[in-house]
C-alpha cells in the first residue's frame, strides 16, 4: 500500500479547524443567551472590556424573561405557531399530492409544468413581495391569518422534494394497489404518503423554520398589533429609542431556542432527503 | 413501466385532480404577482390617485437615477465577494466533515446551527456583537492587539460584515448540498487514484472537483438568487448608511413601495432585480459548463 501522511497530524487540523468554527458559530448565540440571564444594566457592563465577566455572569435572573411573559411576546409566538402549524398542514396535504401526481402519472404538458414548479422555487419570494400585496390588499385579506398562510402553503421545493421521493417507489406497489381495486386517492393516502414519512418530516420542517423565520412578508401584510409575527416582534423591540435590552435578549434566545430544537431533534430526516433527492 | 394501461380507466386524468390545488397555489400566489409585477411596472400613479400607462418612463427614469446605479453596484459587488465565498468555504467545510469520525455528527449540526436562525436574529446578533462601543467582538479585538473596529457603523467596513454576516448563516446549508454531492462519487475512483500515487490535492483536483461541478453551480446559483435580494440585515441594521454603504437594492425597492408609495417605480425596480439575477444566474451556469 501507498505510504499516506501521518493520519495524526491530519487528523489533528481536522479536529483544530472544526473546534475553531464550531467556536465561531456557537459562541454568537451563546453569548446572547447567556447574556438574557443578567440583569438588564449587566448586560454592556462586562462587554466592552475583555475579562471573564465578559461571558460569566455575575448572578443569573429570570425576571428578563418574567418580563417577557408579561408583554405581547407570547401572542407574537402563539400567532407565528399557529400560522406555521396550519401551514404545514395544507402545505404537506397539497404539496405531497401534487408530488405524487409528477412521480406517477403522465398528463400532457408534465414537464413544462415541473419546469414551471423549479421556476417558482428559484424565483426569490423578495421579488414578488409588492405585487403580493397589491393582491392581497385586493382580496381584502391584509391584516389576516389568510394572508400570512395561503402565499406559503404551495411550495415549489417541497413538491420537488416529494417528486424525488415518489419517483424511487417502486411502481409495482402502487400497481398492486391498484389491481386490488383502490381508488388513487387511497393509494395515495394509505400507500404513498405514510411510505414517504421522512420526506413530510424534512418538508415539514422546513415549512416551519421558514414561516417561524418569515419577516419581510409579515412586516409588510400583516401591521396590526393583534397579528404580530415573532421576527417583526424582535425587531421592533429593537427599535425603540430606549430599547429593553433585558427583554430583547430573552425574545432573542427563546426565538432561536424554537427554531434550533426542533430542528435539532429531526435535523437526520432533514438532511437525508436533501442527500437523497438527488443535487448531485 | 409505462403508466398509461391503468390511468385510463377514468375520464379524466387523476393527475389532475391530485396536481389541482399546487398548481392554483402556485398561480395565484407566484405566477400572477410576478406578471402584475411585469405589466405594473409601465404603470404609475396620477396626482389624482389613478393609474396611468406610463410605457417605459419608469425603466428610463430608473435607469438614469444614480442613486439607484449605485446600489445595483454595491449588490453586484456584494454578490461578487459573497457568492464564491461561500460555495468555497462551503465545499471546505463539507470536506472536512465528510468521512465519518469521532464527533463528526456533532460538529455538523453544529456548523448548521446558524442556519436555523432567521436573518431577523442573525442581524440583531451580529448587530450586537460587532458593536464599535459595546459589543464583545471589539473587546476580544482590542485584548489581542489589533484594536477597535466600526464593523457596521464604518463606511468601509460595513459591507464586509454584511458579507460576514451572510456567510456565516450561509455555509452551513450550502454544506449540505455539497455533501450530497460528496457522497455521489464512487469511493472506486478514489481509491483507484490512490493506488497510482495521487495526493490528495491531486485527487480533490482530478477526482473531486469535476465531479462537483453540478453541486457547486447549484449552490453558487442559489446562493446568487438569494444573495441579490439581500434585505433584512440591512433594514434592521443600517438603514442603507452609513452614507450609503449599504444601499442595497432591495432596500432601495422597499424604500421605493412602502415609504414613498411609488408602487410602478417599485415594481420596475422588481422586475429589472429579476432579470439581473437571470442573467447572472444563466452566466454562472454557462462559466461552469466551459470549464473542461
Redesign the interface.
Known amino acids: 500500500m501507498q505510504a499516506r501522511r501521518k493520519p495524526g497530524t491530519a487528523s489533528f487540523f481536522r479536529y483544530a479547524l472544526l473546534s475553531l468554527l464550531a467556536m465561531v458559530m456557537i459562541a454568537p448565540i451563546g453569548w446572547i443567551a447567556i447574556s438574557s440571564l443578567r440583569p438588564p444594566e449587566e448586560i454592556f457592563l462586562h462587554s466592552p472590556q475583555l475579562s471573564w465577566r465578559t461571558f460569566v455572569p455575575e448572578k443569573i435572573i429570570w425576571s428578563n424573561y418574567e418580563m417577557l411573559l408579561a408583554s405581547d411576546f407570547p401572542q407574537a409566538v402563539l400567532n407565528t405557531a399557529f400560522v406555521a402549524f396550519v401551514t404545514v398542514v395544507l402545505g404537506i396535504l397539497i404539496c405531497s399530492a401534487a408530488g405524487f401526481a409528477f412521480a406517477v402519472f403522465d398528463f400532457p404538458f408534465k414537464n413544462a409544468l415541473f419546469v414551471v414548479v423549479i421556476i417558482t422555487f428559484i424565483m426569490p419570494f423578495e421579488s414578488i413581495v409588492v405585487p403580493l400585496y397589491i393582491m392581497v390588499r385586493g382580496l381584502n385579506w391584509n391584516d389576516t391569518y389568510f394572508a400570512l398562510i395561503m402565499p406559503e402553503v404551495a411550495s415549489g421545493f417541497i413538491i420537488f422534494l416529494f417528486r424525488q421521493f415518489f419517483v424511487k417507489v417502486s411502481r409495482e406497489l402502487f400497481e398492486a394497489a391498484r389491481v386490488d381495486g383502490a381508488s388513487w386517492w387511497r393509494i395515495y393516502w394509505d400507500v404513498a404518503l405514510p411510505l414517504s414519512w421522512p420526506t413530510v418530516v424534512a418538508g415539514a420542517l422546513m415549512m416551519f423554520i421558514h414561516q417561524w423565520d418569515a419577516f419581510f412578508w409579515p412586516l409588510v401584510a400583516a401591521t396590526s398589533q393583534d397579528l404580530t409575527m415573532v421576527q417583526v416582534a424582535i425587531a421592533r423591540y429593537q427599535q425603540f429609542e430606549q430599547a429593553d435590552f433585558g427583554r430583547l435578549f430573552a425574545a432573542m434566545t427563546v426565538a432561536s431556542l424554537l427554531a434550533i430544537l426542533p430542528f435539532m431533534a429531526l435535523q437526520r430526516y432533514y438532511i437525508r432527503t436533501i442527500i437523497d433527492s438527488g443535487f448531485k | 413501466?409505462?403508466?398509461?394501461p391503468?390511468?385510463c380507466d377514468m375520464k379524466i386524468?387523476?393527475?389532475?385532480?391530485?396536481?389541482a390545488?399546487?398548481?392554483?397555489?402556485?398561480t395565484v400566489?407566484?405566477?400572477?404577482?410576478?406578471s402584475?409585477?411585469i405589466v405594473?411596472s409601465f404603470y404609475g400613479t396620477s396626482l389624482m390617485g389613478e393609474s396611468v400607462f406610463r410605457g417605459i418612463d419608469n425603466y428610463r427614469s430608473i435607469l438614469s437615477d444614480p442613486d439607484l446605479l449605485s446600489s445595483l453596484g454595491i449588490t453586484l459587488l456584494f454578490n461578487l465577494i459573497a457568492n464564491p465565498l461561500q460555495v468555497v468555504l462551503s465545499l471546505a467545510?463539507a470536506l472536512?466533515?465528510f468521512r465519518p469520525?469521532p464527533?463528526i455528527g456533532l460538529?455538523?449540526?453544529?456548523?448548521?446551527?446558524?442556519v436555523?436562525?432567521?436573518?431577523?436574529?442573525t442581524a440583531?446578533?451580529?448587530?450586537?456583537?460587532f458593536d464599535p462601543?459595546?459589543?464583545?467582538v471589539?473587546?476580544?479585538l482590542?485584548?489581542v492587539g489589533i484594536g477597535r473596529q466600526g464593523f457596521f457603523k464604518d463606511e468601509t467596513q460595513a459591507l464586509g460584515s454584511m458579507v460576514w454576516l451572510a456567510t456565516?448563516r450561509g455555509v452551513?446549508y450550502w454544506m449540505?448540498?455539497m455533501?450530497?454531492?460528496l457522497?455521489?462519487i464512487p469511493e472506486s475512483l478514489h481509491e483507484a487514484a490512490?493506488?497510482d500515487?495521487a495526493s490528495?490535492w491531486q485527487r480533490f483536483c482530478h477526482v473531486t472537483l469535476p465531479l462537483m461541478r453540478?453541486?457547486i453551480a447549484?449552490v453558487l446559483?442559489?446562493a446568487t438568487?438569494?444573495n441579490?435580494?439581500f434585505?433584512?440585515p440591512v433594514?434592521?441594521i443600517t438603514a442603507g448608511g452609513p452614507n450609503g454603504a449599504t444601499d442595497f437594492v432591495?432596500f432601495r425597492?422597499y424604500q421605493t413601495?412602502?415609504n414613498y408609495i411609488d408602487?410602478g417605480r417599485?415594481?420596475a425596480m422588481?422586475t429589472i432585480?429579476?432579470l439581473v439575477?437571470l442573467i447572472v444566474?444563466l452566466v454562472e451556469l454557462r462559466l461552469l459548463r466551459s470549464e473542461d
Do not use: H
Not at chain 2, 386524468?13 to 396536481?19: D, E, G, M, Q, R
Not at chain 2, 440583531?124 to 456583537?129: A, G, K, P, Q, T
Open positions: 413501466m409505462p403508466i398509461e391503468w390511468a386524468n387523476p393527475a389532475y385532480y391530485f396536481l390545488p399546487a398548481v392554483v397555489g402556485l400566489f407566484k405566477l400572477i404577482p410576478i402584475v409585477a405594473g467545510v472536512l466533515v469520525g464527533l460538529f455538523r449540526s453544529v456548523l448548521f446551527l446558524p436555523t436562525l432567521s436573518l431577523v436574529l440583531l446578533i451580529w448587530n450586537l456583537l462601543f459595546l459589543g464583545p471589539n473587546a476580544i482590542e485584548a456565516w452551513g449540505l448540498f455533501l450530497a454531492g457522497y455521489a490512490r493506488i500515487g490528495w453540478r453541486p447549484f446559483v442559489a438568487a438569494i441579490m435580494l434585505f433584512a433594514y434592521i432591495m425597492i413601495a412602502f408602487l417599485a415594481l422588481s432585480m429579476l439575477v444566474a
